[in-house]
């Protein structure tokens, strides 16, 4: 992942087409290189996304012509080089995708550091009951899966009742995620002498003959 100080550093470079002299977009790079494996050699490349551009105009032409396919030229150069070359793309949407934005990998790594916070503080607040830490963990839909499932471990060994209905609300979870979700609120039920309302998903307790928020009759 790329730093927000690499980010900002990167986006304050400024560099030219020498086809159309727009201003080059830093842009990440792809995650793997489809030639020879060894990788792009650097995290962004600056290309030049004018539609505009010379190489691109008369290279959807050249490259049907060719080689019998779709696809035409964009002009890019690296942060480290002072010349660039054309590079084949596959679309007019190619790296439109992938510009560096600031704010976005600012926020990310925000959220990155947060999640490293929470996790360092799980077998502390164990001792202190404080779910907090785990919450935080479990509700991020970003958050690494094993520090998620982690997350339903701690909160089991809290055994906080409280915890059942933000894991209730998780949606979207991969299998083995959702795996550990389902037995947490099952195990949290059973610790805590608790059950859920057939009719209004409510919790009552195991032995209530009514549940307390809808009136119905529990079998």
């Known amino acids: 992942m790329i730093t927000a100080d690499d980010c900002i550093r990167y986006c304050a470079m400024e560099f030219y087409c020498p086809h159309c002299e727009t201003k080059l977009s830093p842009c990440e790079v792809p995650p793997f290189h489809i030639g020879d494996g060894l990788g792009w050699g650097t995290e962004v490349f600056f290309v030049c ?41 596959g679309n007019k ?30 077998d502390q607040s164990v001792i202190d009951k404080n779910t907090a830490p785990a919450l935080g963990v479990l509700v991020d839909a970003k958050a ?37 979700v389902n037995i947490l609120k099952k195990e949290l039920l059973k610790k805590n002498f608790m059950r859920e309302c057939p009719d209004c998903a409510e919790i009552v307790k ?7 928020h809808c009136k119905k009759t529990l079998a």
């Not at 190619?94 to 799980?122: K, M």
């Not at 089991?156 to 933000?166: E, F, N, V």
């Not at 195991?206 to 307390?212: D, G, M, N, P, Q």
Request: net charge negative; proline share 4%.
């Open 206 to 212: 195991a032995k209530a003959s009514v549940c307390k």
């Open 93 to 122: 949407m190619a790296f439109t995708g992938s510009i560096l934005d600031p704010d976005a990998i600012l926020a990310a790594n925000t959220r990155h550091q947060q999640e490293r916070a929470w996790v360092e503080e799980f």
């Open 144 to 180: 690494n899966k094993n520090h998620r499932k982690a997350a339903c471990d701690i909160l089991l060994k809290i055994g906080d009742i409280s915890s059942y209905d933000a894991a209730a609300s998780l949606t979207d979870l991969n299998p083995e995620t959702e795996n550990k």
């Open 49 to 89: 996304l004018n539609d505009e551009c010379p190489p691109f105009v008369k290279g959807w032409a050249h490259i049907e012509a060719q080689f019998g396919h779709v696809g035409s030229y964009r002009y890019m150069r690296l942060p480290n080089e002072t010349k660039g070359d054309t590079m084949m793309v």
